[in-house]
């Protein structure tokens, strides 16, 4: 009979080889219980269009931001230009109907039109920082991808809206001659919108970083109101 090899015979063990880590896949398609994940998308969608620019985001930009697939995306939008056209529709729109609405509700006091403009930039942009950057990339720069939002739905809303307001105004003779109501509107949004867009650079440059949002919206009303005083006759 042959005896079996002791343990003390036995050769050593083959080493285990170390387990490999599990790696997360990135959530695909959804399954019937997963929660809706559109609001996350959309806001991934609008940080890299912020980021990079409309043209320049990808749909797997915009997956990598969101920690999902690409096939998620085409699930929930079908392509890039449906998801572009659902931030226009939730995200962007809706801040410039918030501002609207208040601007309404001034009638004919072009002191509260006015007011109720630029205090409503600046709770804007303390809410949605990431407008002013966007409005120069997409809307200001050529070729921006939301300059035709501003022409076709932003733009009878407000703009024009209030440049009416003050060509009346100033035909019953309650505001400057001198002015062009078009430009009024012009330079409210230049008191507004693209100190705004350009406040790194001068509270950097102007030691500046004092000046907080009631500051800014009091020397912009001052400015309007009153304007510089300047003495004419000197």
């Given amino acids: 009979m042959i005896d079996s090899p002791s343990a003390s015979n036995a050769g050593p063990l083959p080493a285990k080889r170390p387990s490999r880590p599990v790696r997360k896949r990135a959530p695909g398609r959804p399954s019937a219980d997963s929660p809706d994940l559109r609001g996350r998308l959309l806001e991934a969608a609008l940080a890299c269009f912020v980021r990079k620019g409309i043209a320049a985001t990808s749909?797997?930009?915009?997956?990598?931001?969101?920690?999902?697939?690409?096939?998620?995306l085409h699930y929930?939008?079908?392509?890039?230009?449906?998801?572009?056209?659902?931030?226009?529709?939730?995200?962007?729109?809706?801040?410039?109907?918030?501002?609207?609405?208040?601007?309404?509700?001034?009638?004919?006091?072009?002191?509260?039109?006015?007011?109720?403009?630029?205090?409503?930039?600046?709770?804007?942009?303390?809410?949605?920082p990431w407008l002013p950057p966007l409005w120069v990339r997409e809307v200001l720069c050529e070729g921006g991808a939301l300059r035709d939002l501003l022409f076709?739905?932003?733009?009878?809303?407000?703009?024009?809206?209030?440049?009416?307001?003050?060509?009346?105004?100033?035909?019953?003779?309650?505001?400057?001659?001198?002015?062009?109501?078009?430009?009024?509107?012009?330079?409210?949004?230049?008191?507004?919108?693209?100190?705004?867009?350009?406040?790194?650079?001068?509270?950097?440059?102007?030691?500046?970083d004092d000046l907080d949002f009631d500051t800014v919206r009091l020397h912009t009303l001052s400015l309007l109101d009153r304007g510089l005083e300047l003495d004419h006759a000197k």
Avoid: C
């Fill in 59 to 72: 749909l797997r930009d915009i997956a990598t931001e969101a920690g999902v697939t690409p096939a998620l």
């Fill in 76 to 128: 929930y939008f079908g392509d890039k230009g449906q998801l572009q056209q659902e931030v226009i529709a939730q995200k962007i729109l809706p801040v410039f109907a918030a501002l609207r609405e208040p601007l309404l509700q001034a009638g004919d006091d072009i002191a509260a039109l006015i007011a109720g403009f630029v205090t409503g930039i600046g709770r804007i942009v303390a809410e949605h």
């Fill in 152 to 208: 076709d739905r932003i733009g009878p809303q407000l703009p024009q809206m209030m440049a009416r307001r003050f060509a009346e105004a100033q035909a019953q003779g309650r505001i400057n001659p001198d002015l062009d109501p078009r430009l009024l509107m012009v330079s409210l949004v230049g008191l507004t919108l693209f100190p705004a867009a350009g406040a790194p650079i001068w509270r950097r440059l102007l030691d500046a």
